[in-house]
């Protein structure tokens, strides 16, 4: 098996569901969303999942897209609105994940909290504790929602981490509090590692959780000068993350973020693919028929333009990514910033 490509969304922020076709386009099958706590529980143990932030989830599952359902969001019914600390607000946390499951019992997995070990998304108690306590609170809360989904004898795929980086420290502390033994895999937003340091990072992560504990990928991408940079970075990044044995990947974001720009694989405005997506479209084409990603080494040096590296790594021969397939297995080689974007791409559409 290789990595699982996917892509981040943002429908419960009020995107336009016309972009699940984009997505189909694409070739995504995977996509990383949520649904508004506080829109939907606005009355203690009620729930009106027919609010317009939760209308997309019932389309994507039946285009047969694979939903992971990120929960981060606090409920001003609970703990003053911050991201919750108490037993109660817990309670209710998990309660909210096993109504959302028995309402759409088709989604794959649910991520519990987003970038906990950042402060980016957490508020209040959480937001202002200690290092030493943010573990705490973040294994209490996965705690809660493992136990909910054993009552209610739920059986999904719980996800957990979602940490901002490699947080190794992070994920030693919730091993010592038995959060990872009730987790079927840790994801991890790796924005602050360039891929060529992932796999030796990926490596320390391994000898603290363990090597047979999934990892997921749930948000990659970087802050591009333009949206010709991008391509590049996903081949990278796939390089690599493949040959470390990352079980799937979401690139963020499926469309364009204002804070982000450059990192969209579709041009809302155009209604087609960028650089990025083209690039997409045909690695994930090419990634389900293999069996196997492995890194060439020594890693070529950045400095090499995209027709030396298939020159020198694939005899000259015109193949549709940075990569090519042995049967089996597959081969590939991480590359650097191509000549141009639009050469890149050329490559791409050769196949």
Known sequence: MTIRLGAQTHFSQGWNTSLLDAAANLGVDGIRDSVPWGAIEKAAGKYDFSVP????LDQALQKGLAVTLTFANANALYDRGYTVYSDAGR??????????????????????????????????PVATSSAANRDDYYAKLVAAVDSALNRAGLDVELVGGA????????????????????????????????????????????????????????????????????????AKMLSVMGDAGIESASWYALARQSYFPNMELWNTQGASATPAGEAFRVFDSLLADADVIRRSRPMISLTCTLSAIMRRCFGGRRVPSAWRRACPPMISTAIGS???TAGFLQILRSS
Do not use: C
Not at 53 to 56: E, G, I, L, R
Not at 190 to 200: G, I, M
């Open 163 to 234: 940490t901002h980086s490699i947080p190794v420290d992070y994920f030693a502390d919730l091993k010592a509090l038995g959060t990872l033994g009730l987790l079927d895999a840790v994801s991890i937003h790796p924005y602050t590692t360039p891929p060529e340091q992932f796999a030796d990072q990926i490596e320390v992560l391994r000898g603290v959780i363990g090597k047979d504990m999934a990892i997921k990928v749930t948000e990659f991408g970087a802050n591009f000068a333009s949206l010709d940079d991008a391509p590049a970075y996903l």
């Open 53 to 56: 932030q939760a209308a997309w």
């Open 338 to 340: 191509p000549t141009s």
């Open 91 to 124: 309670e209710a946390f998990a309660n909210f994940v096993v109504a959302t499951l028995q309402r759409y019992p088709n989604v794959s997995a649910v991520e519990i909290g987003n970038e906990y070990n950042s402060n980016s998304f957490v508020t209040g």
